[in-house]
C-alpha cells in the first residue's frame, strides 16, 4: 500500500504479508474439512452468498457513486474496490463476530477461487460504461489469492491433519501473534495513509459508508435464516480485498487519485463494519446465554 508515507515500502510490503500469511495459517489450524459437508448439502445458501459478494455488491456501489456524482478518480476507485472480493482479513472477522464455522470458510473460499473469472469480467463490464480499456491478468489474480489465502490456509488444514497434537499447541499461540500483527499493520498503515483518508473529501467518504452498509445489508439479507450464516456473508459481502485492487490499478497504470480512492476505501470501510461485528458479537452472547 504505498501513499508517500514515513514508513518505507518493503516495511509495509513485509508486515503485510507477515500477518496475511499468520491469520490464514491460524484459521486453516481451526478448520475440519468434515464440517464442508453441512455447506454442500445447501448449494442454495452459497449460490446466494456468492451472489451477494460478486454480484450485489459491486452492483450497488456503482449506484452510489453515479448518484453522488463523484470525480471520475474516485468513482473508479470505489468500483475497482467493489469489484474485489475476498479481503484476507474477512475470515477472521466473521467467526470472530460469529459466523458460522463452516460455511464462513466454505465461501471466503469460493470467493477467492472465483475472483479470478468474476474481477476480469467485472471489468470488461465496466470498461463497456466507461470507455476504458483496464484488464486483469487471470494468473497474477490466481497467483495473488493463492500465494496470500489459499496456500496458508491449506498449510494449516494439513498442520492440523497430520500434527494433531503440535496444531492444538499452537492455534492459541498463532491466534494471538495474529493479533498482534494485525494491531501492527494497522498502525504502520494508517502511518502511511491517513492523508490520503482525509483527502478523500466527505463525499467520497459518504459514498464508501454508504456501499458498505449496503453490502452489509444485502449480505445479512441473502444469508439465510440462520444468523450465523447471515453474519459470515455480510461480512464477506463488504470486507473488499485491497491488495486484488491494487493489483489491477498498478498493471493499468491507474494515476495516484484512483489508488487515493482504493486506500481510502480500505480504512473507511473497516470502520464502518465494526459497528456491526459488535452487534453480532453481542446477539451471539445473548443466545449463548438464553439456552
Known amino acids: 500500500m504505498q501513499a508517500g508515507g514515513p514508513v518505507p515500502d ?14 490464514m495459517f491460524d484459521l486453516g489450524l481451526a478448520l475440519v474439512p468434515g464440517e464442508f459437508r ?34 471520475r478518480a474516485a468513482e473508479i476507485g470505489i468500483v475497482l474496490m467493489a469489484i474485489s472480493p475476498g479481503a484476507p ?3 477472521r472477522r466473521a467467526l470472530g463476530a460469529g459466523g458460522h464455522q463452516a460455511f464462513a470458510p466454505a465461501l471466503q473460499i469460493a470467493v477467492a477461487a472465483l475472483a479470478v473469472v468474476s474481477m476480469p469480467l467485472s471489468l470488461e463490464a465496466f470498461d463497456q460504461y466507461y470507455g476504458g ?3 486483469a491478468a487471470p494468473l497474477e489474480l490466481a497467483r495473488q ?16 491433519r497430520l500434527l494433531a497434537a503440535q496444531a492444538a499447541w499452537l492455534e492459541p499461540r498463532l491466534k494471538r501473534l495474529a493479533g498482534v500483527l494485525l494491531l501492527v499493520l494497522l498502525v504502520l498503515v494508517m502511518a502511511n495513509i491517513w492523508q490520503v483518508v482525509i483527502g478523500a473529501g466527505l463525499r467520497v467518504a459518504l459514498a464508501i459508508v454508504i456501499a458498505t452498509v449496503l453490502a452489509l ?17 455480510a461480512i464477506c459481502s463488504a470486507a473488499r480485498n485491497p491488495s486484488l485492487a491494487l493489483l489491477v490499478a498498478t498493471l493499468n497504470a491507474a494515476p495516484p487519485a484512483i489508488t487515493a480512492a482504493v486506500l481510502a476505501y480500505f480504512v473507511i470501510a473497516a470502520v464502518t463494519l465494526i459497528p456491526y461485528i459488535a452487534w453480532r458479537r453481542r446477539a451471539g452472547a445473548f443466545q449463548r446465554q438464553g439456552r
Open 217 to 233: 445489508a444485502v449480505g445479512h439479507l441473502l444469508g439465510g435464516p440462520d444468523p450465523a450464516t447471515r453474519t459470515a456473508t
Open 38 to 71: 453441512w455447506v454442500g448439502e445447501r448449494p442454495g445458501l452459497m449460490l446466494k452468498g456468492l451472489f451477494s459478494v460478486l454480484v450485489a455488491v459491486p452492483a450497488l456501489a456503482w449506484i452510489v457513486v453515479r448518484a453522488l456524482d463523484l470525480p
Open 145 to 160: 489469492v493463492f500465494i496470500a489465502q489459499l496456500l496458508p490456509l491449506s498449510l494449516g488444514v494439513l498442520t492440523r
Open 133 to 135: 480499456h483496464a484488464t
Open 10 to 23: 518493503w516495511l509495509l510490503s513485509a508486515a503485510a504479508v507477515a500477518t496475511v500469511f499468520t491469520v
Open 89 to 91: 482479513v474477512a475470515l
